[in-house]
């Protein structure tokens, strides 16, 4: 319930508080002290003037007025105890683990530093979900790497480093705006109680200053601040050398008792020449002459030197240049920054809010691309790429042991929180989704396809090498053969008549030896 409701139980107190003051307010109610018995004896008083229901109401409805508003602050103490117990329950853990994890990384800069004085930043930055580390989870990087055979031994979450201190708890409460902030509300509503004084309740009605209409415009100050402050300190300046001036020209002109001595001098011109009129409320009524030489030597008698200071011209002059100097320029040079700076305010919302509409956060690809390409982009951001899945993954790997991650979280984790160096953040899909291929996809492609291409034309030409080469060796073979049949032609003819002669011979020996038998 603290959890849940905490922006219902911030507004209920202020809700409350802010009843009271109505009711103070409207039921006429006065503070203990000199202000109730001034209003008694003004009642019962006889000289004076009162409304015609003045009597009436002190006494019919001014009492149930206190009594209610006295009231109320005991249910307000109440209201503002269950409000410190659900900060402290809820939000105040939160702050001191940040705060411990903020000191845990600066210790670790520092060590990193001392060891390698070197090391830069590459480009990644300090990360951008470094808000969701668990202080007690530093270790794991180190047992990941230094002993993988021990990573079933997990450091106890429960067991903070002994620098985890109670100073260290203690420091950051104090320097922590938000639980400074709820202490004192509790006091306020502490001291309301203890002193039956309603007034006291009046510190809830800062709350205003928490909400987004009235933050933009704390906002635009206190980023202007130092440029405020310097535009005052250069009015400060010139109402000092205009008083200076005074002191020399037109001292007569003074009011008595209001530039008797340079601090009185100061400190009425800080309170009177500040205010609409300028310089004109230090000095005495003028009087205007009806003519030019009054005009010039204003009330000077002969021989004195100060003619001219002592005229109404110089006056007009002095007086009128103040004016324009510090009360149009100077005034209109603060305002200026103000609302120049709510126009920075607003240009930056925009921008942001832009950005988010128009492209996806975790890929970056364009709204357009997703409508015409994907499933749509509000799809996209929701079903696909949601912010938050990213978010309460990484809190998951940061909060898991190491024993229980996969390889592929192993990996992210070490990327995100490294023992040494800045974050990196290139495993997320940049321009990359399921739903769509990218141009990126496609041209890596279309190069695929190009270099398969080329590879097949290179291929191509080494057969047509090739066949070049087959077929000039069948032409020498073809001539190889017409030569060889050339002399198996020549051989066989001759081995035919050889063979011819041979059978000749045989046969007219045969013939001369069977002549041979008959004789």
């Not at 508003?69 to 503002?80: E, F, T």
């Not at 006291?200 to 402050?229: H, P």
């Not at 929701?382 to 978010?391: A, D, F, S």
């Not at 290179?458 to 060889?484: F, P, R, Y």
Request: aromatic fraction near 12%.
């Amino acid at each position: 319930f603290t959890v849940n409701r905490w922006g219902s139980i911030k507004f209920a107190s202020f809700l409350f508080a802010a009843l009271i003051q109505i009711i103070l307010v409207l039921g006429s109610y006065t503070p203990h002290g000199t202000y109730e018995e001034d209003y008694r004896s003004r009642i019962n008083s006889e000289t004076d003037i009162l409304g015609k229901h003045e009597k009436q109401f002190y006494d019919h409805v001014h009492p149930y007025t206190q009594h209610i508003a006295r009231s109320m602050v005991y249910v307000q103490l109440i209201v503002c105890l269950i409000r410190f117990f659900s900060f402290t329950w809820a939000e105040l853990p939160i702050l001191i683990s940040e705060g411990l994890e903020s000191d845990e990384d600066e210790e670790e800069r520092l060590e990193i530093t001392e060891d390698d004085p070197d090391e830069g930043d590459d480009g990644q930055g300090d990360g951008v979900f470094l808000f969701v580390e668990d202080q007690h989870d530093s270790s794991d990087h180190a047992n990941h790497h230094s002993a993988p055979e021990n990573d079933a031994v997990e450091q106890d979450p429960g067991q903070r480093p002994s620098r985890f201190s109670m100073l260290a708890v203690m420091r950051i409460v104090v320097t922590s705006f938000p639980a400074v902030y709820e202490i004192m509300f509790a006091i306020f509503m502490l001291l309301g109680a203890v002193f039956d004084e309603p007034l006291l309740t009046c510190y809830a009605l800062f709350e205003i200053c928490f909400w987004k209409g009235s933050k933009t415009v704390i906002d635009a100050i206190y980023f202007n601040m130092s440029k405020m402050v310097q535009t005052v300190l250069l009015g400060i300046l010139v109402l000092y050398i205009w008083m200076i001036i005074g002191i020399f020209t037109v001292p007569s002109l003074h009011d008595q008792g209001l530039c008797t001595n340079m601090f009185q001098c100061f400190l009425a011109y800080m309170f009177k020449a500040m205010r609409d009129n300028g310089v004109n409320e230090l000095l005495v009524e003028p009087v205007f002459p009806m003519n030019v030489w009054d005009a010039l030597i204003g009330n000077s008698q002969e021989g004195e030197t100060t003619i001219v200071w002592n005229s109404i011209l110089w006056r007009m002059t002095w007086d009128i240049v103040y004016q324009f100097l510090f009360l149009y320029i100077l005034l209109a040079i603060i305002t200026g920054i103000i609302i120049d700076a709510f126009g920075g305010l607003r240009d930056e919302k925009d921008s942001m809010e832009a950005d988010l509409k128009s492209s996806c956060f975790v890929c970056n690809l364009g709204n357009f691309h997703v409508d015409q390409h994907g499933i749509g982009f509000d799809k996209h951001v929701k079903l696909e790429h949601n912010p938050r899945w990213y978010l309460f993954f990484l809190m998951y790997l940061r909060n898991a042991k190491t024993a229980e991650l996969s390889g592929q979280m192993q990996y992210i984790k070490e990327q995100v929180w490294p023992l040494k160096g800045n974050p990196s953040y290139k495993w997320f899909p940049r321009e990359q989704t399921f739903s769509i291929h990218t141009d990126k996809e496609d041209d890596q492609a279309v190069d695929q396809v190009h270099q398969r291409i080329a590879s097949v034309e290179a291929k191509i030409d080494g057969v047509e090498v090739k066949i070049d080469g087959v077929l000039t060796a069948m032409a020498k073979m073809n001539q190889n053969i017409a030569s060889l049949s050339a002399s198996v032609s020549f051989l066989l003819r001759r081995d035919r008549r050889s063979k011819a002669k041979s059978e000749i011979g045989a046969e007219a020996e045969r013939l001369r030896i069977r002549d041979d038998e008959q004789m």
